[in-house]
């Protein structure tokens, strides 16, 4: 996928807006938003088992200078994501720097694959991702909700705890190839 896809797309003439555009698109209408899904499903051959936005994100948005963002390299997802976890679910998967969600994706894909589409449920696999950085925090949450996933984002500082804000994913019909809603929850200060 290339920038210039996604620029037309969101409907932007700079990439650097894309953070936004994606965040209007997530709470604007569903059927909008599920039919940029679709077209960014087919700009992707329908393959969701990497993170599309990572190198458009490492190369156009990154924040390393500020933030120190560094990324997981697509193998060294596979591998943790094999590392970790059980494959049947019941547990929370705990992503403390998650970034677009890179890791997060290998571990579902991982666990999508061990049982039939139709035997897997959104809903026994549950993420807490934490991040950092507001450029981030939009393509986390398109790479969660395009595939389905559930649990919760946390825009803030893992290490100090502060929150800046909180989103929850959810797949109302636990449905394996269905899309989750995304919440904004309130911030207790």
Known sequence: MKSSQLMKLFGITDVMDLPDAIMDVLFGDAGERNKVYVELLE????????????????????????????????GLSKLLAGLTGAPHGGQTIHEPTAGNGGLIIAKWWQNCRSVCVWDYSPNAFPV???ELSRRSIPLLLLNLSIRGIVGTVVHGDVLTQQVFQKYRLVNRTDDPIGFSDIIQEPVCM
Do not use: H
């Open 43 to 74: 700009m992707n051959g329908r393959d969701v088992s990497y993170d599309w936005f990572q190198e458009i994100y490492e190369y156009e948005l990154a924040e390393r200078s500020q933030k120190a963002q560094l990324f997981t390299p697509p």
């Open 128 to 130: 807490l991702c934490w």
